[in-house]
């Protein structure tokens, strides 16, 4: 779907919408609005009904961080995938979702009941978890289950399975054939920050700061370590943290410092990054920093100082000052809706919607069929050599029967306090 025919689509859905609102939903066939679930946390909606409770709409559900540490992702992909299921509810076509979003505040065991509590409302499609531990969990359940997945910005490569490890080759996890991913995998993640790194000449002399029990951390080191020999990019510095320790980074600050690092490759979500720029910065070290996607939302974090974010650069799919009209037309609704600028992961989960919306229209699905048939209908479309979608995070985008997709990052550095395009 090109960029301009999901603004087209947008603009549709936003007519229509109002049209709707104004004249009590005429033209279509009115039923009782399908009652909202809300958030025991938050109080906010879980569910999405399609305008005039439509019964034909397709159950399309995730599981997402929306209350604790990591609730800048959860929300912004449960937000960003709202917007894009009112533009297309709005367009009264035979393509209708009603969205369910379940809190699994970032932990597997939760994600797992999160994912029976959809499994019990009617899932039959699944936006799987946002981050990438509970990811796994679910993406298993859900292939146990054939039920369709897709997620936004889960990219560990055992949500996937059947990836063999960039240092050892080993295959751990058998491929889980119901299971794709808009973002990029980690390998990917890894060994393009450590070619943008060298392309750019960014550092000389790298540190490296990662965390050692988590898959997506893990999983990105991994790779860029591997990538970054084979280019010869002089690592000096390797240093880990945990869940339980990652309030101090004092030792491997220190580290990085007295081994002459001048650029710190941080494969982290942001809050313990936003610990590492503090302390840093509080020893008086000031290398260059380079993050990755899950460093995006740094900027929102809740009293967080950004001008510390200043000069830090990341790899990312999505830049919100981008001037396509695509990506004006999706800024402009979410600050509206949410008052605050979408990350990549809203816009990953917009795009999830969409690539799902296009799948289930160019196979002629319709909702009353069963998850499994809908999960085979969707593997064929999704690993078809004809199938391809252009999104807000990017063109020509493409999957293949290992489920990651096909795309490019783009380089972003903050300045006064914003992401800013480096390509």
Excluded at 154 to 181: C, E, H, M, W
Excluded at 308 to 318: D, S
Excluded at 396 to 413: N, Q, R
């Amino acid at each position: 779907m090109k960029k301009s025919r999901i603004l087209s689509l947008a603009m549709a859905g936003a007519l229509c919408f109002s049209l709707l609102a104004g004249c009590g939903g005429s033209g279509g066939t009115a039923s009782s609005p399908a009652p909202e679930t809300t958030s025991p946390e938050t109080g906010a909606p879980e569910s999405t009904a399609p305008a005039g409770g439509s019964t034909s709409a397709f159950k399309l559900g995730g599981t997402g961080p929306l209350t604790g540490g990591a609730a800048i992702y959860g929300n912004a992909a449960k937000q960003g995938a709202e917007i894009a299921v009112e533009e297309i509810n709005a367009l009264n076509g035979d393509i209708r979702f009603d969205l369910r979003y379940e809190d699994d505040a970032h932990d597997a065991e939760k994600a797992g009941n999160a994912y029976n509590t959809l499994k019990d409302w009617g899932l039959q499609i699944f936006l799987g978890s946002v981050t990438s531990t509970p990811c796994v969990a679910t993406s298993s359940e859900s292939n146990a289950d054939h039920i369709f997945l897709l997620t936004p910005s889960a990219s560990s490569t055992d949500v996937l399975g059947g990836v063999a490890d960039p240092l050892t080759g080993t295959v751990n996890i058998p491929r889980k054939d119901n299971a794709f991913q808009m973002c990029f995998m980690d390998p990917n993640q890894g060994s393009a920050s450590a070619q943008y790194i060298s392309d750019k000449t960014l550092g000389e002399k790298i540190a490296v700061i990662y965390k050692n029990d988590d898959v997506y951390s893990t999983g990105i080191y991994n790779s860029f370590v591997a990538k970054a020999a084979e280019l010869g990019l002089e690592i000096v510095s390797t240093t880990t943290f945990t869940e339980d320790s990652q309030t101090d980074f004092s030792v491997q600050i220190a580290n990085a410092k007295t081994n002459g690092a001048d650029l710190i490759f941080l494969p982290m979500y942001y809050t313990p990054a936003s610990l590492i720029l503090a302390q840093a910065k509080a020893v008086g070290y000031a290398p260059t920093f380079f993050g990755v996607d899950g460093m995006d939302g740094i900027l929102t974090l809740d009293g967080f100082d950004t001008a510390l974010a200043e000069g830090v650069m990341l790899l990312t799919p999505f830049n919100a000052d981008a001037e396509d009209d695509a990506t004006r037309s999706f800024v402009t609704k979410y600050q509206e809706k949410y008052g605050d600028i979408p990350n990549q992961f809203a816009a990953d989960a917009y795009d999830c919607v969409y690539a799902i919306y296009q799948a289930l229209t160019n196979a002629g699905a319709t909702s009353d069929m069963s998850a499994s048939e809908l999960c085979d209908l969707l593997i064929a479309q999704f690993t078809s050599p004809e199938f391809s979608f252009d999104g807000l995070t990017g063109e020509g985008m493409t999957w293949d029967e290992t489920g990651a997709v096909s795309k490019s990052p783009k380089g972003m550095v903050i300045a006064n306090g914003a992401y800013v395009g480096m390509d």
